[in-house]
């Protein structure tokens, strides 16, 4: 997930506090938190169904493997200082219920500052916009970070991820990556206006 912003260095990241690139997000009816590793205990439930593997492949996380991606993505910069890792719960407002999560790896390519988004929500927890909803709140916030290219990979088969796109200004292209299309943002306007 990134590098220090538009046109930042990747060395620029380490500095740069978790405050600036993952905070908390609100929208009408949703809460996104920034994830830390002790939100293993409460997501492992809410990811544990293989029909969300569908698509992408693998299998649900057990605690331990839960525990280890979110202590990694808890640095908020890829080992190697070159990605930004920018993860969020997905919670209900009212009750703070978690319904999935939210990331964005943020990186610069050609000196632009480029995302890529995806999103996982329980599978009780979807058709009813709220992947939609927070997805436009990330695409939104990256857009005040600089961020001018904002991108998802989707199976061809998932339709609902492509709706989702395609409510938050992203257009499929051309571009195929194991078996996923890439969607890129195609109108950046349409989402802050």
């Known amino acids: 997930m990134g590098t220090g912003g538009p046109g930042g260095s990747p060395g620029e990241d380490r500095h740069i506090s978790d405050d600036d690139w993952n905070p908390q997000l609100t929208t009408e009816r949703l809460l996104l938190a920034p994830l830390v590793p002790a939100d293993a205990e409460e997501l492992v439930g809410v990811l544990d169904d293989q029909r969300l593997h569908r698509f ?10 839960l525990r280890r991606s979110f202590e990694l993505w808890a640095g908020r910069v890829s080992p190697d200082g070159r990605e930004r890792w920018l993860n969020w719960v997905i919670r209900e407002r009212a009750c703070e219920l978690p319904l999935g999560t939210l990331q964005a ?19 009780e927890a979807q058709g009813q916009g709220y992947a939609s909803e927070a997805a436009h709140a990330l695409v939104a916030f990256l857009l005040t970070k600089g961020v001018r290219e904002v991108v998802a990979h989707i199976h061809p088969d998932h339709e609902a991820s492509a709706r989702v796109a395609q409510a938050v200004g992203l257009g499929p292209t051309e571009e195929w990556s194991s078996g996923e299309r890439l969607w890129r943002l195609s109108n950046p306007t349409y989402v802050t206006s």
């Open 56 to 65: 992408t492949g693998g299998h649900p996380a057990n605690i331990a493997e």
């Open 105 to 123: 790896t943020v990186s610069v390519e050609d000196s632009q500052s480029v995302a890529e988004m995806a999103w996982v929500l329980a599978v």
